[in-house]
């Protein structure tokens, strides 16, 4: 598979309601970043009681 932003392949692929997507890692990272600095992932971890 491809990455959805580039032509590298994908390292990671999601799937949802019969789409699918995929990440290179560059892709990947910036996306996680994102989400990080949003604080999405925050309150994600805190839904799910995640301990690490």
């Known amino acids: 598979m491809q990455c959805h932003y580039c032509d590298r392949e994908a390292a990671v692929a999601v799937e949802k309601d019969l789409v699918k997507v995929g990440l290179c890692e560059d892709h ?18 805190g839904e799910l009681d995640v301990d690490r």
């Open 28 to 45: 990947f990272q910036d996306r996680l970043e994102e989400l990080s600095d949003s604080g999405w992932l925050d309150e994600l971890q």
